[in-house]
């Protein structure tokens, strides 16, 4: 069976940076299932696993644009200490929330805090970044009707 759209797709990866470094990866763990075609994830690994089949192995080199996208400046904003007055204690640059934005909840990083000045990015933390990911293609199923239903695939912990 060929991975296509609609499938329950299993996989484990190990992710690198254009340095090399290991950012993620699944070896070791319980393998990675998504529902092929119903962008669970990045665009450029879904286009790289579609036709492959169980067992396959390959290594792929995705460009920002295909992955978390190139970054951009209009995702930093400076914002006012008082936006966080419900924090228990100090805002300190790395810590990322929860932001509502035009498109939903979007996830921000301090970068910078500069007294009554906060500075937070809202691109995500592997925008810009050519990501290689190192794939084995563990197992390819159909879909339930339900997972079909429900956009994503059913395992431990689903409350449906």
């Known amino acids: 069976m060929q991975i296509t759209d609609k499938l329950a797709v299993s996989i484990h990866y190990i992710l690198t940076n254009s340095k090399g470094e290991q950012l993620d990866s699944s070896r070791n763990e319980d393998p990675m299932v998504y529902l092929h ?9 879904e286009n790289a696993l ?7 192995k390959f290594k792929v080199t995705i460009a920002p644009e295909d992955a978390y996208g190139e970054r951009r400046d209009d995702m930093l904003q400076t914002v006012a200490m008082s936006m966080f007055e419900d924090m228990e204690g100090e ?8 932001a509502d934005a035009s ?42 009707k339900d997972e079909l239903s429900h956009n994503h695939i059913h395992g431990e912990g689903c409350n449906h």
Not at 37 to 45: K, T
Not at 50 to 56: D, M, P, R, S, V
Not at 91 to 98: D, L, N
């Open 91 to 98: 805002v300190k640059e790395g810590m990322q929330f929860h």
């Open 50 to 56: 579609t036709g492959k089949k169980q067992g396959e």
């Open 103 to 144: 498109h939903g909840v979007n996830v921000v990083t301090v970068t910078k805090v500069d007294g009554d000045d906060v500075t937070i990015d809202g691109n995500h933390p592997l925008a810009g970044e050519a990501l290689t990911f190192d794939v084995e293609v563990v197992g390819i199923r159909p879909a339930s």
């Open 37 to 45: 075609g119903s962008g669970q994830i990045i665009p450029g690994l």
